[in-house]
């Protein structure tokens, strides 16, 4: 909320003018006091003198009824007209002074009105609530009956003043103004609106164009928000996360160029995505940039705020830029990375709204140390993949191809003296090898990439529980029910938990038949995998059963919980293995 200009806060009504209990003397009726009583004196003094000189009686009565009997009545009339004059003046300034105090008493009402209006628009919460707001106040402030507020886009407010009529009627004088950008204000008079009542309505007009640009900007601002929120919440690669985020900045100052420095290991910034109007650039040190950070870039991440800076040193980071916005990324554990802002134009950012690029920025920062958190965990589970396959092949694939080996040695000294041992034992060597085959297949088939992003969780689960049943010998069945919303990450824990059941049905359970079935209920999603294989002691194997991602059952139970998911397992020797998994709809 903005103060009237020239008003440094709230408007005071303006002072009465002092009612004295007693008006001092005028001018006149004191000139008049201090100087007639005097003058009379001299003047009947001299009229006296002059009449005695005449020595005549006749001619002193006559002169003497001339004297009194005009010229002092004749004085005395002028002189009491000259003070009724002054009196009369001094009455019509006394009415004028209130006639003002009464026009500045009701333009101070006004103006209070307005200051008012201002602050209550700027309280708004919404583009709808200022609509609501101004009809009100333009009610109150102009004494209408009925005020009727739109916009572009087909919203409007509606107010009535103290009038029992619910709309306006014919008898009513309608007053219609534009709102600079887009709508009107119309209002409804008892009487004919004045020439100030319409220019005080113009003036609402444009305080309530600037309320309504000010909730729109809130709220495109809000959507900018929700938008980079929503885009970069489950993305993990750090390329397409600081894409999409400075992508996002640039569009919402018009930005031609942006760049995202991020820091290492060691606390050392390094370029790591950048486009301008070349082009993408990477961070890799090809290209004109080389992957070098310009000292702006150092500048702004000792900073504990957005900086500015323009001329010479915005050409450092971007070749055609004349004003670039740094905005440091930092959480509670320190500085992650900087983003840069730049334009061809000089002072392109000192309007801009940095504010809520800082709040973008705050975003980027947890979107940023998320997406490395994954990478992280990405190579522990890589790390342990190797680690689960190694032991596999040593313990499995390799002791079963070395005793196969042995077996061959032992036929090749037998071939000449016992011919039908030797056979027996190829027969014994060619099955096991056959086995060993089976099982690489499984191990491959367990660890092939499946592109969940193009196909999509249904399909994906669809072709995996097809190729594990061909693959394996092991008939296999899918049912699907129900409305399945997940989000991207959700549904790589519950397409990995599948891959891990199943290769357990695969290695341990022996089972002729495997069913999967996939439900989405209104508030869980459901997945089911039921063989009818050897089963197992639930409390024997916990914590040590391996699958095809090296995860033991609690640890597949970890992984759900941690995402609010609920994780079960129902078997028993000879009855086969029911896995259950659920997890919450998006």
Request: hydrophobic share 40%; glycine share 10%; aromatic share 4%.
């Amino acid at each position: 909320m903005t103060d009237i200009p020239g008003t440094p806060g709230p408007l005071s009504p303006p002072a009465r003018p002092p009612a004295a209990p007693r008006a001092p003397l005028s001018d006149r009726v004191r000139l008049v006091r201090n100087l007639l009583p005097p003058l009379i004196v001299l003047v009947v003094g001299a009229v006296e003198l002059l009449i005695s000189l005449l020595g005549d009686s006749r001619r002193e009565l006559w002169a003497h009824l001339l004297f009194y009997g005009l010229v002092g009545p004749a004085v005395t009339y002028f002189s009491v007209e000259w003070i009724a004059e002054g009196t009369r003046a001094r009455e019509r300034a006394e009415v004028e002074l209130r006639d003002l105090y009464g026009q500045l008493s009701a333009s101070h009402g006004r103006l209070q009105g307005v200051q008012e209006l201002m602050r209550d628009l700027g309280g708004a919460a919404d583009l709808g609530a200022v609509l609501e707001v101004a009809a009100r106040g333009a009610v109150r402030v102009t004494g209408a009956t009925h005020a009727t507020l739109t916009v572009p886009g087909g919203l409007s407010g509606t107010s009535r003043g103290e009038t029992l009529l619910s709309s306006p009627s014919a008898a009513l004088h309608p007053l219609k103004v534009g709102i600079p950008g887009g709508g009107a204000l119309l209002l409804h008079f008892e009487t004919p609106p004045s020439a100030d009542t319409t220019e005080l309505a113009q003036a609402l007009a444009a305080e309530v164009a600037t309320g309504v640009e000010a909730a729109r900007q809130r709220t495109l601002d809000l959507m900018t928000l929700y938008s980079v929120d929503q885009s970069i919440r489950a993305e993990r690669n750090m390329r397409r996360l600081l894409s999409r985020v400075t992508g996002t900045m640039a569009g919402r100052v018009g930005a031609q160029a942006r760049a995202a420095y991020l820091s290492d290991e060691d606390g050392v910034l390094r370029l790591e995505y950048a486009q301008d109007q070349r082009g993408e650039i990477s961070g890799d040190g090809d290209g004109e940039h080389g992957g070098m950070t310009p000292p702006f870039a150092a500048r702004v991440a000792q900073s504990n705020g957005p900086l500015i800076v323009t001329g010479a040193e915005a050409c450092q980071v971007f070749p055609e830029a004349r004003s670039v916005l740094g905005l440091p990324m930092r959480d509670e554990n320190g500085l992650l990375g900087v983003l840069m802002l730049g334009d061809p134009r000089e002072g392109a950012f000192e309007a801009a709204r940095v504010s809520l690029l800082a709040l973008m920025a705050g975003q980027a920062t947890l979107a940023v140390r998320n997406a490395r958190a994954y990478l992280y965990s990405e190579e522990l589970a890589i790390s342990d993949e190797r680690a689960r396959i190694a032991r596999e092949i040593h313990d499995g694939v390799a002791q079963s191809l070395a005793f196969a080996a042995l077996k061959l040695d032992v036929v090749a000294r037998q071939m000449q003296s016992d011919p039908a041992r030797a056979e027996a034992e190829v027969r014994s060597a060619t099955t096991l090898l056959r086995e060993q085959i089976r099982e690489v297949r499984r191990s491959i088939f367990a660890l092939r990439p499946i592109d969940l992003e193009r196909y999509g969780l249904l399909e994906t689960v669809r072709r995996y529980v097809l190729d594990f049943g061909e693959q394996n010998g092991i008939r296999s069945s899918l049912d699907v029910t129900g409305e399945v919303r997940l989000s991207p990450g959700d549904e790589a824990v519950v397409f990995r938990i599948l891959q891990e059941s199943l290769n357990n049905v695969a290695k341990h359970a022996r089972a002729a038949e495997v069913r999967v079935t996939l439900d989405g209920g209104p508030k869980q999603v459901l997945l089911r995998v039921r063989d009818d294989g050897l089963g197992f002691d639930l409390d024997a194997v916990t914590g040590r059963v391996s699958s095809a991602g090296g995860l033991g059952l609690t640890q597949m139970r970890e992984r759900l919980q941690a995402r609010s998911g609920q994780y079960r397992i129902i078997s028993a020797p000879g009855q086969g293995t029911t896995i259950e998994a659920q997890m919450p709809q998006a």
